[in-house]
């Protein structure tokens, strides 16, 4: 009987175990203003990232965060320019691609603060494609 209520009990703990919801992405802080240029593949890591926190926020409707990835967009958007170690194939058009950045990630902020699904989620697929313009590789 013991092993029976044993084994029960470590069945529905085990399955209480599965049902949890996965953590939180952790939200990036803002960068002070006065940073000294950041390598390239960090600034990218870091938009990556932004871009993701942004779309997990979008789906569930936390519009305030998808706000916060939005101006941390912004913000990597503005410190691309200036990084380190840059690709050669992203020198001459990372000026260009980092604007767009910052013009559809301030698009993005609009739409998030005006609740709008579908241009928030027009605004996150053309953030994905710029982001995606940054890649190191081929």
Do not use: I
């Amino acid at each position: 009987m013991r092993r029976t209520l044993w084994t029960a009990s470590a069945a529905l703990l085990l399955a209480l175990a599965a049902c949890q919801t996965p953590p939180e992405r952790a939200a990036l802080t803002p960068l002070p203003e006065d940073t000294p240029p950041l390598p390239y593949a960090e600034l990218l890591t870091r938009a990556r990232y932004q871009a993701t926190l942004a779309t997990e926020a979008f789906y569930v409707d936390k519009w305030a965060e998808v706000e916060d990835a939005a101006r941390g967009l912004q913000q990597t958007a503005r410190f691309l320019p200036k990084a380190e170690d840059v690709p050669a194939r992203q020198k001459d058009a990372l000026p260009v691609v980092s604007g767009d950045l910052s013009k559809e990630a301030g698009k993005l902020l609009e739409a998030a603060r005006a609740k709008d699904v579908k241009e928030a989620n027009d605004s996150l697929q053309r953030v994905q494609l710029v982001v995606h313009e940054l890649r190191l590789g081929d």
